[in-house]
């Protein structure tokens, strides 16, 4: 009875057939998506988008004050390119006594000869000058900065300290010699004492002219780095007080070297402290509209809003109330922050293995939240609730930014040169992260193959008829043709008249 169905059907029947399928296949993809999109979002995003919404109509009015033009950011050309350099990590760990303890214990090497060199290139613009050649030992250390062997700048520093108190021999001995924290607080000590010497006598001659003027440029720097580096080691050996106080001190005494990033160390300091008080204090200080963005900014104001009321909340509560003001605002900080650097969430909720952070970042990059994640994921764990709260909400921001890399809600495109450049500055045997990309469910990928197929077929079955009409036969004699077996093997079992009997029935 089959075959003599197939046979009466005409060409005219698999093109109506065919065409019909995909018609509607067609609408039902164009159905689903437009659900996705309009149903099922989740009570958390469609609060967020209400409040972009609020946020981005109170920036478009002139009348809008400061606390509300704060919570957006609308970049110059002369910050976007800016925010693609590459940027010294302010929280970067000790050759000696850290990094090079990580490759004792694993055999692997934590630095990449590219961030090695860019470091290179800043010790030298830091802690050398054009009068260097006049100072034996300045001129030995001049020549250790170009140094590639490790082995051969430490030789170089001990050759300069037979000279001379030379601060930067002490400094490199510190960095890549001792091989604990206790051993470079000591050289860091000594470096100290010969920095604010050679500081001083050039802060008495400075106007004498402009070798003069580099001079004390190159002696500032040493000095600034030094105590930096103090108040890291005190924070690293658990006084923490000790080195907040200062941090903060030697940023009343250089307001002006901010690139250092010495707020960042601050920030981190009193988060271990739970001095949240004045962690506020110092975020809004540098979380202006007119200063550049980082991970630890934008990260540690959402913690702030989030800690508020993160031990609290709960996904089935608030989809029943809806969200309250204080949610609300913390919800908007989170997704700031993933806008800003969309990897870090993957760090802080362990979804991703952390590695040593390098000695260089480029924001909004991979390497920025490795090195914000390394540091602050004790912190985000210290406050109840504030990963589940993470946890949340973050993926809702890839959803309510349509293209990424061509528009975002509170900062500029998200750059695809941070891919290239952080596998220049990570390890080959970490996994990169790339900017998360939309991902369409599977039944509206199923059904846009389904459509495409039936197109393809009604078209087939347009040019070559009768090839197609044999295709389709031969396509259901093999789909029936394990039914048929099975069909024959029961009736041989059983008898014919029980099998007579359940065919009619």
């Not at 929280?91 to 990094?99: D, I, P």
């Not at 030995?140 to 170009?146: G, T």
């Not at 078209?459 to 069909?487: C, D, I, R, W, Y």
Request: glycine share 4%; net charge neutral; aromatic share 10%.
């Amino acid at each position: 009875s089959v075959s003599m169905f197939l046979n009466t059907l005409t060409p005219k029947f698999y093109v109506a057939l065919t065409g019909t399928s995909s018609l509607i296949s067609g609408l039902i993809l164009v159905s689903t998506r437009y659900i996705n999109i309009t149903v099922q979002i989740d009570f958390v995003i469609q609060n967020g988008i209400s409040g972009f919404i609020q946020i981005n109509m109170a920036a478009s009015h002139s009348c809008v004050n400061l606390s509300q033009v704060a919570t957006s950011y609308v970049p110059t050309p002369f910050q976007c390119s800016w925010e693609c350099k590459v940027w010294r990590n302010p929280l970067n760990l000790f050759r000696g006594a850290e990094y090079n303890r990580y490759t004792w214990v694993t055999g692997r090497e934590p630095l990449t000869y590219y961030d090695m060199n860019l470091s290179a290139q800043d010790h030298q613009t830091f802690f050398t000058c054009d009068t260097d050649h006049l100072r034996p030992a300045d001129a030995i250390m001049q020549k250790a900065w170009r140094e590639r062997n490790p082995q051969a700048r430490i030789s170089a520093a001990h050759e300069a300290l037979e000279l001379n108190e030379c601060a930067t021999a002490y400094i490199l001995l510190a960095e890549e010699e001792a091989t604990t924290i206790v051993e470079a607080e000591k050289l860091f000590k000594q470096a100290l004492k010969a920095g604010e010497g050679c500081y001083r006598r050039s802060q008495q001659l400075q106007h004498h002219g402009a070798q003069y003027e580099a001079q004390h440029r190159r002696d500032t720097n040493v000095l600034v780095y030094i105590k930096r580096r103090l108040a890291m080691c005190a924070r690293k050996l658990g006084r923490t007080r000790e080195a907040v106080k200062m941090m903060r001190d030697l940023m009343k005494e250089f307001p002006l070297l901010s690139m250092f990033n010495i707020h960042e160390n601050l920030l981190e300091a009193l988060l271990e402290l739970q001095a949240y008080a004045d962690v506020q204090a110092v975020l809004a200080k540098y979380d202006d509209i007119s200063l550049p963005k980082s991970a630890t900014i934008c990260y540690t104001a959402a913690l702030l809003k989030a800690r508020a009321v993160s031990d609290k909340f709960s996904p089935e509560a608030a989809s029943r109330r809806g969200l309250s003001t204080a949610e609300m605002n913390a919800v908007e900080a989170i997704h700031r922050a993933v806008e800003f650097n969309p990897h870090v969430p993957k760090y802080l909720l362990e979804m991703k293995s952390l590695i040593l952070p390098p000695e260089h970042i480029l924001k909004r990059g991979d390497s920025e939240a490795i090195a914000y994640a390394f540091f602050h994921l004790q912190h985000w764990k210290r406050v109840e609730g504030a990963l589940n709260l993470l946890h949340c909400t973050w993926e809702g921001t890839f959803r309510m930014i349509p293209y990424p890399l061509e528009k975002g809600h509170l900062f500029y495109p998200y750059p695809i040169c941070t891919e290239t450049a952080d596998r220049e500055l990570l390890p080959s045997f970490h996994e990169v992260s790339v900017y998360p990309k939309k991902e369409l469910p599977f039944f509206i990928l199923f059904t846009a193959g389904l459509c495409s197929f039936t197109a393809m077929l009604a078209l087939l079955t347009h040019q070559f008829p009768e090839l197609m009409g044999v295709f389709a036969k031969a396509f259901l004699s093999t789909l029936f043709a394990p039914l048929n077996f099975v069909m024959e093997k029961v009736e041989s079992i059983l008898p014919s008249s029980l099998w007579h009997q359940l065919t009619r029935i």
